[in-house]
């Protein structure tokens, strides 16, 4: 049976730096919790756009030197906000600080609203994902070759260094959001040490799960080395209706679940996840 690991998330929208990290710091005290996680936005993602959003990689790192056990990412960074020669520098400084704990976490970017305020070119779909495995590929080399060079089609890179390397040999996992059938799943399937379907049903989760099977087939890639993560938001009035949709997606194929908590954090929350829908679920797969 694969093996079953929780995280937690804490969107940085709407909250503080402290309030967060004290989220954070309760996670790394709970050995049942093997991750934890921001997103990557400008902007929150609620119908009041103008309200506070820290920026995800900043906090990471921040987070990365304050913590000690937990495994730490963004679920996921958006690969259209920066050139992927500079974020394989980012998240390979992120890797050193937390001394090899980093999930990297990469998505094509969707977010039309960020893109036309700051004047960062979006691009279709296809070519969006086109852009994604070209970059999963130009950070695979910066991170494994002493000079990197790669002549894509929207990237290239010459004698490129990219020093220190990441703690993490030969590098850190890939996570690889989105749920497209035809291109996310293949680059999943190509790159992925972790699959991730931020939204959507069971039965959705079930149908993709098995395309992406299929996808690791095509590419002579052994599926049991993908993990299948979901994104579970967290009821904390009813924890039991969390446990049991966390369950639905374990029937499914989950096997990496990140629970995500909401702001204003209630008092106790991370515990009362770890007593109220790890530890049962976990019991479960004994």
Known sequence: ???????????????????????????DEEPLLEHAWLFDHFYPL?????????????????????????????????????????LANIAATVDVISKGRLDFGLGAGWNE???????IPLYTVGERLRRLDEACEVIKRLWTEKQANFEGRYYQIKDAYCEPK????????????????????????KYASVWNMAGGSAEDFKRKNAILDEHCAAVGRN?????????????????AETRQNTQNYIEAGVNHIVLNIRPPYPEGIVHRLVEEVVEPLKSLQM
């Open 46 to 86: 609620t119908p009041d756009m103008s309200g506070p959003c820290l920026e995800g990689w900043s906090v990471l790192s921040a987070f990365a030197a304050v913590t000690k056990r937990i495994r730490l990412g963004l679920m996921v960074t958006g690969n259209t906000y920066r050139h992927p020669a500079v």
């Open 1 to 27: 049976m694969a093996h079953l690991s929780f995280g937690v998330k804490t969107a940085p929208q709407w909250t503080t730096y402290e309030d967060m990290l004290a989220i954070w710091q309760a996670a």
């Open 166 to 189: 990441p703690v993490q040999q030969p590098y850190p996992p890939f996570v690889i959001g989105g749920g497209g059938e035809k291109v996310t799943l293949r680059i999943a399937a």
């Open 223 to 239: 599926p049991a080395e993908i993990a299948r993560s979901i994104q579970v938001p967290i009821n904390p009035d009813n924890l």
């Open 113 to 119: 609203y960020e893109h036309t305020a700051y004047g």
